[in-house]
């Protein structure tokens, strides 16, 4: 029988237009048949608060839920003056803790970004790869996605039209399934 596998994608952007979740939709494309993708809505989630832990507000009982179901996940920041925005961070800080199971230690994760900026987000993923570190996540090291100019590199559809990012976006999922693929061997 086949193995079938979940991949959950965040972002920290709460926008409806999100080019980081457009993004997120372009890398889900690349998942192989066996694979399940579920998006992450972070919206809901309190700002995180310890003395919150004593009863757990439902919405981050179904994060934590849905964060445990995952066999990998992708990431796409946007940036925010130069780091990862106050949304990811609130939601990653949720799921770190020890006592909701620490649903994301080991587990693959790719990461990938999208600005209007020249710069990628190159600062922003440097700060999260920072976080997955400390979260005891498994990386996928290279090659690195930083899309600059992204509003200039989507169709009217949110398809990915820049062949060079496609490109990267294919090898970054080629060894990210892989990798998800072998932690569950
Ligand atoms: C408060 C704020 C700070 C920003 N800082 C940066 C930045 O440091 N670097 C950058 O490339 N873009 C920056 N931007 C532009 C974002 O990359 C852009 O708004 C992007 O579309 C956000 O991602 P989204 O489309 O997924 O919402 C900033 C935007 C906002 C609202």
Not at 2 to 21: C, D, E
Not at 45 to 70: G, H, I, M, R, T
């Amino acid at each position: 029988m086949t193995q079938s596998y979940h991949i959950v994608g965040l972002t920290g952007s709460l926008r409806k237009a999100s080019m980081n979740k457009t993004l997120l939709k372009n890398a889900a494309l690349f998942l192989p048949e066996n694979f399940t993708y579920t998006y992450a809505d972070l919206g809901e989630l309190p700002l995180y608060n310890q003395d919150l832990e004593e009863d757990l507000p439902e919405s981050v009982k179904q994060f934590a839920e849905l964060c445990s179901s995952a066999d990998g996940f992708l990431i796409s920041t946007p940036e925010f003056n130069g780091l990862i925005t106050g949304v990811l961070k609130n939601a990653l800080d949720w799921v770190s803790r020890k006592n909701i199971g620490a649903p994301l230690a080991t587990k693959p994760v790719a990461i990938m970004g999208a600005t209007t900026g020249p710069g990628g987000t190159a600062r922003a993923q440097t700060n999260l790869r920072q976080l997955i570190f400390a979260l005891d996540m498994d990386p996928v090291n290279r090659p690195e996605l930083k899309l600059s100019q992204a509003h200039m590199k989507f169709d009217d559809e949110g398809r990915l039209s820049d062949f060079a990012t496609l490109q990267v976006l294919q090898q970054l999922m080629d060894k990210f399934v892989h990798k998800v693929e072998r932690s569950k061997e």
